[in-house]
């Protein structure tokens, strides 16, 4: 999996001590859906997703985090010069960024071909495993399936304990 170790110090700030990132993608900056000026960066770690949006010409960053758990599909559009990775999420409410203006869909467009496919498959990947715990059964390799002693904040992505009522770093409510 390629991981562009620029776009992972641009995050920096907000992984956590223990997160492993595993896939970096970035919306092309020429040809449809892509972004010459401010170019969107998908983040797959051990743990979440994080979008990392840029504005005003790059000078400002925004990141929104969503916990595996709480997508329910992936879907893969394959295009001729390039592809989008549309992303269900359960329980979501954010009027910015992926899911803005209530849609429940949301579209990370403008990516290389290669580079969609490996988004939709890692995903696709993360939401077998979060299934199989789900039934008792155990999960395909190592990955952290945000289950368990931990729960994630739907608002932030901050984890905090399982117990939690809310978030540690935002107060939104959790489960």
Known sequence: MAVDQGEVQAAKSILWPDEKVELT?????????????????????????????????????????????????????HGIISSSVFIRVQGYDRDQGLLKNGKEEGEIDGLRNNDAKELADYLSKRQEQIEQVAEGDEPQGQMDNGMGAYVYCSKCGTKDNAGAKFCSKCGARLG
Do not use: C, F, H, W
């Open 25 to 77: 993608v970035t919306q092309r900056r020429v040809g449809p859906g892509g972004s010459m000026a401010t170019p969107t960066t998908v983040i797959t770690t051990d743990k979440r997703l994080i979008i990392l949006n840029r504005a005003s010409l790059g000078m400002r960053k925004d990141y929104e985090v969503i916990p595996y758990r709480q997508i329910t599909s992936v879907r893969l559009e």
